[in-house]
């Protein structure tokens, strides 16, 4: 049985400054996932530790750190069945060369350091995610997309 979820995207700061904005937003998009919230934000210290808590300590934390407030990034909420899976797969695997032909990084990255794209990897990193990028009021939940539409019709 496939749920309703909710994922945090982020289009980060190499993938903005490259132009890539509306690839990757049209990549989730036509998939069928519903945007509910989508600005342009400059990452804190605050938030960009907050984020990234998981990767203290290790070699490559105080570059990721670096980078992920390098530039403005594109800070997503989507919504759909299954999505926190399904977007990471859309996404492709952390290390660009390792990503199967298709995936945003395999196509659109190099290397992994800068990869373009951030994706929870859970349920409860989604919520965590969301939580500091937004608050409850940008988000707009309150209309049905055709996915949503598909999906019920056929009982799912
Ligand atoms: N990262 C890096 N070197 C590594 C592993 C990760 O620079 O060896 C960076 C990369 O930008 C990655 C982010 O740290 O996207 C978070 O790492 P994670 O393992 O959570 O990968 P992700 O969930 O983004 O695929
Ligand atoms: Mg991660």
Same mark, same amino acid.
């Given at each position: 049985m496939l749920t309703e979820e909710r994922t945090f995207i982020a289009v980060k700061p190499d993938g903005v400054k490259r132009g890539l904005v509306g690839e990757i937003v049209n990549r989730f998009e036509r998939k069928g996932y519903k945007l509910i919230a989508l600005k342009m934000l400059d990452v804190t210290p605050e938030m960009a530790k907050q984020h990234y808590? /998981?990767? /203290?300590?290790?070699?490559f934390y105080p570059r990721l750190i670096e980078y992920i407030q390098s530039g403005p990034i594109v800070a997503m909420v989507w919504k759909g069945y299954d999505v926190v899976k399904g977007a990471r797969a859309i996404m492709g695997s952390t290390c660009p060369n390792e990503a199967q032909v298709g995936t945003i990084r395999a196509d659109l990255a190099l290397v992994k350091e800068y990869n373009v794209v951030h994706g929870s990897d859970s349920i409860e990193s989604a919520e965590r995610e969301i939580s500091i990028y937004f608050n409850? @009021?940008?988000?707009? @939940? /309150?209309y049905d997309n055709m996915a949503e539409i598909v999906i019920k019709d056929l009982g799912c």
């Open positions: 808590g /998981e990767h /203290e300590g290790k070699p409850q @009021d940008e988000l707009c @939940d /309150e």
